[in-house]
């Protein structure tokens, strides 16, 4: 099982690298990649094509990108607003409010880690391995 993790901008990478961090940690394969949804529209497209269990879109302003990836695939799609302006709920609101049919999931503004984690329950639901690190990690959360 795969993540693709696509940022609108490089200026987005300290978010993806939060989300690698919780990847590794749980030792879920990813891609990282860089595609705009509006200066890469057929790259961001053939990427949400490609063969990923599910995608993390960082984005920011506009933040397109999570619908557009979501208007291409029927995998789950998770946006993560970025504070690029407004303090990020510019961003936050494009990707929360998403027209029906094409949902996406959105976490918290630069919030790539709870990105991660949601990608890790998702793929948890078939990985027994990945079910058991995810019960794990939250009992260490808990203190216990």
Same mark, same amino acid.
């Given at each position: 099982? /795969? @993540?693709?993790?696509?940022?609108?901008?490089?200026?987005?990478?300290?978010?993806?690298?939060? @989300?690698?961090?919780?990847?590794?940690?749980? &030792?879920?394969?990813?891609?990282?990649?860089?595609?705009?949804?509006?200066?890469?529209?057929?790259?961001?497209?053939? =990427?949400?094509?490609?063969?990923?269990?599910?995608?993390?879109?960082?984005? &920011? =302003?506009?933040?397109?990108?999570?619908?557009?990836?979501?208007?291409? !695939?029927? /995998?789950? @799609?998770?946006?993560?607003?970025?504070?690029?302006? =407004?303090?990020?709920?510019?961003?936050?609101?494009?990707?929360?409010?998403?027209?029906?049919?094409?949902?996406?999931? !959105?976490?918290?503004?630069?919030?790539?880690?709870?990105?991660?984690?949601?990608?890790?329950?998702? =793929?948890?639901?078939?990985?027994?391995?990945?079910?058991?690190?995810?019960?794990?990690?939250?009992?260490?959360?808990? &203190?216990?």
């Amino acid at each position: 099982m /795969k @993540v693709l993790v696509v940022m609108g901008s490089k200026s987005d990478s300290h978010i993806a690298e939060d @989300v690698a961090s919780v990847l590794d940690e749980f &030792g879920v394969e990813y891609d990282v990649e860089v595609a705009s949804a509006h200066r890469n529209p057929k790259k961001v497209e053939e =990427l949400a094509k490609k063969d990923y269990d599910v995608f993390i879109a960082i984005a &920011g =302003l506009s933040a397109a990108l999570p619908g557009v990836i979501a208007a291409h !695939t029927t /995998k789950p @799609v998770i946006g993560v607003p970025v504070s690029a302006k =407004l303090g990020g709920i510019d961003a936050l609101l494009s990707i929360a409010q998403l027209p029906p049919g094409v949902p996406v999931a !959105t976490v918290g503004i630069d919030n790539g880690k709870n990105a991660a984690l949601l990608a890790v329950e998702i =793929l948890a639901l078939k990985d027994e391995g990945l079910r058991k690190k995810l019960e794990e990690y939250r009992e260490k959360m808990r &203190g216990g």
